[in-house]
């Protein structure tokens, strides 16, 4: 099946790269996205009005919506050192292998020549997933961080006031209101989140993690996944599941983050971990918990910090482009404040800008944006290395079997550390 998968990706990177090369003119510039079809159209609008106050034609070649297939229909003209697409987007967690490979042009320079500054933008996001060694490579479209979902109503009818500042107690109120609810609703928990194996569950382990005092990387950037606070913390997930019984048993073999959402917006769940995209759908005719939702930091261990992971999707140039002054004009516009807000307005994109936030139509429109914006500001990122998608495999297989009890936490922890060496010593051999 991979076979075929990479074929299937092959064959639609070649024609469309056939498509472009044979249409490009000069002065045109190729942007490559993927998305949702109502996504997609928005961008065509987008680029109407960009070539209409330009004059320099844009070609949207599109992706499709799964994110795995997004990255390689990206990785093979890249690496090919193919001109199209010129453009284009990236998850957080690609860009550190872009640019290591020499795919993606410096923006620096261009910055230079137009002072553009960067200080509109969350200066955590451009420090921690636009920057590499030292360069700017990168600039944010939106931005993504994991956030407490609650049942304001259900906390209000049974005596508390606000949502947990701590795990300690999420637990306690879980229990509580758990208990209750499942006199009349059997199906109830107390918290749902992703524990499933794939990238989400090294998302939510970096959250529980850097909230005890751990994280995978130290301040040097040397791996530290067997580390205590780590240990406590996955311990902690665990007893989430296995101890105090507020999460469900399927936790490690089928929640992502659909099925969480699910879970919460039919009513059968009092927090859960989610990104930004769920609230909308909470909100829409139909939702059990339409008008009844809450969204808050993530909970911090006692001493601790609070933690959210950072997602969201960033623009570069690739070096290879034959249009590098058209691409920066297009990137300009695509991260400009009006650009943004019309992301927010009619997408629900979170922007990049924090300009943006406390804007009137974003406070009259889609309020619970400001509350977000606290929320980015204590994001922490995955390792922006470019051998990520390696350690990500290996840490969310660890990570899972001790979810699941095949492994104690430390069994785990001590495994994952010590493949994940082997994956640094591999590549920098």
């Avoid at 076979?3 to 990706?9: A, E, F, K, Q, T």
């Avoid at 060496?421 to 051999?429: A, L, M, P, S």
């Amino acid at each position: 099946m991979r076979h075929s998968y990479r074929l299937v990706c092959i064959a639609m990177a070649i024609a469309l790269s056939l498509t472009l090369s044979c249409s490009k003119e000069e002065g045109r510039v190729t942007l490559m996205i993927g998305g949702a079809p109502a996504e997609l159209d928005y961008w065509e609008t987008l680029l109407e009005d960009f070539t209409e106050n330009t004059g320099i034609e844009v070609g949207l070649m599109r992706q499709p919506t799964d994110t795995d297939q997004r990255r390689q229909s990206l990785i093979i003209p890249l690496e090919a050192g193919e001109g199209d697409p010129d453009v284009f987007l990236m998850d957080i967690v690609w860009i550190g292998q872009f640019a290591a490979s020499g795919w993606l042009e410096g923006l620096e320079p261009m910055m230079a020549v137009d002072n553009f500054e960067t200080s509109p933008f969350f200066s955590r996001v451009i420090d921690l997933a636009d920057t590499y060694e030292g360069r700017l490579i990168a600039l944010p479209v939106y931005v993504d961080a994991g956030l407490l979902y609650y049942r304001a109503d259900l906390l209000i009818e049974y005596g508390f006031t606000s949502p947990p500042a701590t795990w300690a107690d999420l637990v306690k109120i879980s229990v509580q209101i758990q208990a209750a609810q499942r006199m009349t609703n059997p199906d109830f928990w107390g918290f749902v989140w992703q524990g499933a194996q794939y990238e989400g569950l090294v998302c939510t382990f970096l959250e529980f993690s850097t909230a005890g005092g751990g994280g995978l990387v130290d301040d040097s950037g040397a791996l530290t996944l067997d580390r205590p606070e780590n240990i406590a913390a996955l311990n902690f997930m665990r007893d989430l599941i296995a101890t105090f019984g507020i999460s469900r048993p399927n936790t490690y073999t089928e929640m992502k983050e659909e099925e969480v959402r699910s879970t919460f917006q039919s009513g059968n769940a009092l927090f859960g971990r989610n990104w930004p995209y769920a609230w909308g759908l909470h909100q829409e005719d139909g939702s059990a918990v339409k008008g009844l939702v809450g969204i808050s930091l993530l909970p911090a261990f006692s001493g601790g910090e609070h933690a959210a992971t950072l997602g969201g999707w960033h623009i570069g140039i690739s070096r290879s482009s034959d249009n590098k002054e058209a691409a920066w004009q297009l990137v300009k516009y695509i991260v400009s404040r009006d650009v943004q807000l019309g992301f927010a307005l009619n997408l629900g994109w979170n922007p990049a800008r924090q300009d943006i936030y406390n804007a009137p139509e974003i406070v009259e429109h889609v309020p619970h944006l400001v509350q977000l914006r606290d929320i980015f500001d204590s994001a922490v990122a995955r390792p922006n290395v470019p051998y990520y998608s390696l350690l990500s495999r290996e840490l969310q297989q660890r990570v899972n079997a001790a979810l699941a009890g095949t492994a104690t936490p430390a069994e785990a922890l001590k495994t994952a550390q010590r493949e994940g060496i082997d994956i640094v010593d591999r590549y920098r051999q």
